[in-house]
């Protein structure tokens, strides 16, 4: 399996972005697919997932109500819409796929749980300046 992610860019406070996440090699419905950042000096973060089973979807309490992630079956593709983009959301942003549901969903609700997802892409980098 491979993930391509794509999107990223340099914006102002207040607008939007929408990052991209390609699957390839196998159906992007066979996984949960998480979006993770990591901005300079800190640890990664999980920012929200969407799980294979039911697409339900989950989010970081920083990035609730502004973010929404969903899934294009068609297109293999798993989209972040991020909008109301502020300084702090800048950051390297990864998209993930993993086969154990629950485990990679908990770490989008339980920011304190560690857990690696199976396959990693590229990142793609956000900058939210003035």
């Known amino acids: 399996v491979q993930l391509q992610a794509s999107g990223g860019g340099l914006v102002q406070p207040g607008d939007s972005l929408r990052l991209s996440c390609e699957v390839s090699?196998?159906?992007?419905?066979?996984?949960?697919i998480g979006w993770f950042r990591q901005a300079p000096g800190k640890e990664r973060e999980g920012v929200s997932c969407?799980?294979?089973?039911?697409?339900?979807?989950y989010y970081a309490d920083s990035v609730k109500g502004r973010f929404t992630i969903s899934r294009d079956s068609a297109k293999n593709t798993v989209h972040l819409q991020m909008n109301m983009l502020r300084p702090e959301d800048t950051a390297v942003y990864y998209c993930?796929?993993?086969?154990?549901?629950?485990?990679?969903?908990?770490?989008?609700?339980?920011?304190?749980?560690?857990?690696?997802?199976?396959?990693w892409g590229q990142g793609t980098l956000v900058t939210v300046s003035s």
């Open positions: 090699g196998n159906p992007v419905d066979f996984y949960v």
């Open positions: 993930a796929a993993d086969r154990m549901g629950p485990l990679a969903i908990a770490t989008i609700r339980s920011p304190g749980f560690k857990y690696e997802y199976d396959y």
């Open positions: 969407i799980s294979a089973s039911d697409s339900s979807t």
